[in-house]
């Protein structure tokens, strides 16, 4: 709910358990004047000390020069004053950099707004309503509206930017970011996430020390690197206690999120689009839209964050028919026959697989133009006859014969230096004139931001699908963007282009779900390097990681679960050792941790040993029965091996907590330890519960009945099994 009291001057943006509160002060600035636990119908406009003097002894006014760089702000400028870290940036034509908002008007309205070209949450006026409040400078005939779309039963508040340049002269937007968030220090810790390929996300928390601290990516997407989240909790929060602000953009591109501790020891966070490399070019009347930013409030721990943006996602971002249903249990040949296949051996993969339950072949890399390793034939999207006998629709219809279905997989972005596309345009792959550019994965990226470009792009793949019953597309992309420069782009312009990249890759996967609207879309990037809240709003499903080994993906989980729902998360059963780094672990382990993804599997099914392959049925039927339960209930942590360096543990909880999942993983096993009692929150407190182990004996694991109160205060016993990397299931009903 928005509320605006014109007696005080003051916003107030309330959702169930938090207020957010503007104020606007006698000389235009705009105030963020609180954000936290919900709070009375006061004036709260105290909270800016928009009445505190400086060091000078004027009580009346103070210095604009002091006051920038003290006043809590809703979008800090670059120039004039305010030294701490800006979220606008603009320069005029004469080359001046400086913009000062002052409040001009706003608009409260019910339901969600799009954003042209950009994913956006969206809703009806029963879940959310928008303020859009309108600055501007009016030396630079710039107009800058803050839009904020707040959810009714949700902590989120959805955050963006509007840039529109009503003078006559063109404005540059040297920075332009979605959110700034300015709170009194509170000796927060903050969390971040991490990686590399192969290992990415992984959680990382750290006291907030002064100075600027955040992450960042300038490598054309989102990266393996570094995520776009940060969260700024009570240095005593948990996973279920205590106060966090979590704040996660929705854009598959460059991007920053910055946290400042500054001279008064006050925290900035701000986050948007990477300054660097950017600029915008704005002519007159032109309008520019910053990408979403979401910012989500929970006072009951990092689950609660975790719920919120789950829920946030689910509802309100993923657009897929496939959101909600159970996805089908595929079968990837990439780890199974890399290069080397053809389509007997596809088809043996998937008559084996059909034998078991499992629902979908997917084809991946190596099917098209000459290619036979990873140094030829993108952008030849050209089904290779010569491995594909029969071409792609006899084999399609092959595995359709077989109850399968088929599903196949893309570079779309991508140019080989070797292929006839090449060969034809070599001016289509990203470059600076005269300067060679750096080849990366033996490939260039296209430079989809040309209009011929992106229609060659979208027809090759259109032309495909168009020509078998193909449901579903894995999308890659494996190579980050270097050597910026278009032939589309002036000189002034060429800071558009990693912008105008990504709104072309969000065209292009548009293009392809308006005209095949039913296929199941799932991004990647050499891994998980593109899993962010941008690519949900096209494609249900995200590869999480190149990395399939169990305990691997531990804390690769942990940390995506951390902000996206476990519908979100690509995971596969593969063979031991595992490819990505040689270790050995249970099939049921493997099976478990992959159960608490989208569940697929990713070998050849036709070599593995038969008491891996008889344990293939059952895993299936556990993800039947579970399937929606995990997919659709609340996730909780329970622990983390990162944490206690000994065992895992997640739990799915049914929204009306009759029903949960519980997932734990001995990583490592220690000598003469004791069974283990681990804390189940989140059920009923008043009611009992049936406990069972669903893939296990009877005998070897008997029911168990405890209240939920129990199983939250006293715990449930988890017996130490032999070994490491074991692992156990658990099922708990109301009765
Ligand atoms: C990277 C992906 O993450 C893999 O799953 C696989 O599709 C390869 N690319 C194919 O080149």
């Not at 043996?348 to 629902?359: F, L, Q, T, V």
């Not at 060679?436 to 032309?463: F, H, N, W």
Request: charged share 25%.
């Amino acid at each position: 709910m928005i509320s605006f009291n014109s007696k005080t001057n003051s916003f107030r943006l309330d959702t169930p358990n938090s207020t957010y509160s503007i104020f606007i002060n006698e000389r235009g600035y705009i105030g963020h004047a609180y954000y936290g636990s919900k709070i009375g119908d006061d004036d709260v406009s105290y909270l800016t000390r928009n009445k505190e003097y400086g060091f000078s002894d004027n009580k009346i006014f103070r210095e604009k020069g002091s006051f920038l760089d003290f006043f809590p702000q809703e979008l800090p400028t670059e120039g004039l004053g305010d030294f701490r870290e800006s979220a606008l940036a603009v320069c005029d034509s004469e080359g001046h950099n400086a913009i000062e908002l002052k409040y001009k008007s706003h608009k409260i309205t019910g339901g969600a707004k799009a954003l042209p070209g950009l994913p956006a949450v969206f809703g009806g006026a029963e879940d959310c309503s928008v303020l859009e409040l309108t600055a501007t400078d009016d030396i630079l005939g710039a107009e800058v509206t803050l839009v904020y779309t707040v959810f009714e039963k949700l902590d989120a508040i959805v955050r963006s930017v509007r840039i529109k340049n009503n003078g006559a002269k063109p404005l540059y937007i040297k920075k332009a970011l979605s959110l700034a968030l300015d709170l009194d220090n509170d000796n927060y810790d903050m969390i971040t996430l991490h990686g590399s390929w192969a290992r990415e996300r992984h959680m990382e928390r750290h006291p907030v020390h002064m100075g600027k601290q955040g992450v960042v990516s300038i490598r054309g997407e989102t990266s393996h690197q570094e995520h776009p989240f940060v969260a700024l909790l009570d240095h005593n929060a948990d996973w279920d206690s205590g106060k966090v602000y979590g704040m996660n953009f929705i854009y598959s591109g460059n991007f920053v999120a910055d946290v400042q501790k500054n001279q008064f020891e006050n925290i900035r966070a701000v986050m948007g689009i990477n300054p660097e490399g950017f600029t915008w070019k704005l002519e007159n009347g032109d309008v520019f839209d910053t990408p979403q930013a979401v910012l989500v409030y929970s006072d009951s721990g990092l689950n609660g964050m975790s719920r919120t943006f789950h829920d946030l996602y689910r509802e309100h971002l993923i657009r897929s028919p496939y959101k909600k249903t159970d996805r089908p249990i595929l079968i990837n040949n990439w780890e199974a026959t890399y290069f080397n296949f053809d389509t007997d051996k596809l088809i043996d993969i998937a008559r084996e697989a059909s034998k078991d339950g499992i629902e979908m072949l997917v084809m991946d890399d190596g099917w098209f133009g000459h290619r036979s390793f990873d140094d030829s034939s993108l952008g030849d999207w050209i089904v290779n006859e010569e491995k594909i006998k029969g071409g792609l629709k006899h084999l399609v219809d092959e595995v359709n014969k077989l109850g399968m279905k088929f599903g196949i997989w893309f570079e779309p972005e991508m140019i080989s230096p070797d292929s006839d596309l090449y060969r034809a345009h070599p001016d289509w792959a990203i470059q600076i004139p005269g300067r060679e550019p750096g080849m990366s994965r033996a490939q260039l990226v296209l430079d989809i931001t040309r209009k011929e470009v992106e229609d060659y792009t979208y027809e090759s793949l259109a032309k495909i699908l168009r020509s078998a019953n193909i449901e579903y597309v894995k999308w890659d992309m494996n190579r980050q963007l270097t050597d910026i420069g278009s032939v589309n782009l002036p000189a002034d312009r060429i800071g558009e282009f990693y912008h105008r990249y990504v709104l072309a890759v969000y065209r292009l996967q548009e293009r392809l779900l308006t005209e095949f609207p039913k296929l199941l879309l799932e991004n990647c990037s050499g891994g998980g390097a593109r899993f962010d809240p941008g690519m949900f709003f096209y494609s249900p499903q995200i590869w999480c990681s190149d990395d399939t080994d169990a305990i691997e993906r531990l804390a690769i989980q942990e940390g995506t679960a951390l902000i996206y729902p476990l519908s979100t998360m690509g995971a596969h059963v593969s063979v031991c050792p595992n490819h990505a780094c040689g270790r050995v672990t249970p099939f049921k382990t493997r099976g478990y941790v992959a159960l608490s993804g989208t569940f697929g599997y990713e070998l050849d099914i036709t070599k593995l040993p038969p008491e891996e392959r008889a344990m293939i049925p059952g895993q299936v039927a556990l993800y039947k029965k579970f399937s929606s339960l995990i997919r659709n209930g609340d996730y909780s942590r329970i622990a983390s091996y990162r944490e206690n360096n000994e065992y895992d543990c997640w739990a799915s909880i049914s929204k009306d907590k009759t029903k949960a999942l519980v997932t734990f993983v001995q990583v490592l096993n220690h000598p003469n330890y004791k069974t283990r009692f681990l804390k189940i929150n989140g059920l009923k407190p008043e009611s009992k519960y049936r406990i069972t182990w669903p893939d296990e004996k009877a005998e070897d694991f008997p029911a168990m009945e405890l209240f939920g109160r129990t199983l939250a205060n006293a715990g449930l016993p988890i017996r130490r099994d032999w070994g490491d990397f074991r692992a156990q299931l658990i099922f708990i009903e109301e009765i």
